[in-house]
């Protein structure tokens, strides 16, 4: 199990890697230095999904849980990737044994 959670956590941290570097493309061709919300990525990518889901959000599980997502969904994509991809490889982490 931690196998799985610790490769979440490191392609998460790709994710963000990737969208740092879109930013910072996005900043040499501009000049200005801007990190782009992780719910403007996602309707860049697929707009339908990104509809789906809040439809079926709001209709199937709680409106108010849409308000937290939403949230989140205006927070950098650097961040909402980052943060839980490097949560994950620290906790999940192999541990090494020592032998005396």
Do not use: C, K
């Amino acid at each position: 199990m931690s196998f799985i959670l610790r490769t979440i956590g490191w392609i998460l941290l790709l994710l963000a890697v990737a969208a740092l570097g879109a930013d910072l493309l996005n900043w040499l061709q501009t000049g200005d230095l801007q990190f782009q919300e992780f719910g403007r990525r996602w309707y860049q990518l697929h707009s339908e999904s990104l509809n789906a889901s809040q439809a079926g959000v709001q209709r199937h599980l709680w409106p108010g849980l849409w308000d937290a997502i939403r949230w989140l969904l205006l927070q950098p994509a650097v961040l909402v990737f980052g943060i839980p991809g490097l949560v994950l490889v620290l906790l999940f982490r192999r541990r090494r044994t020592r032998v005396l």
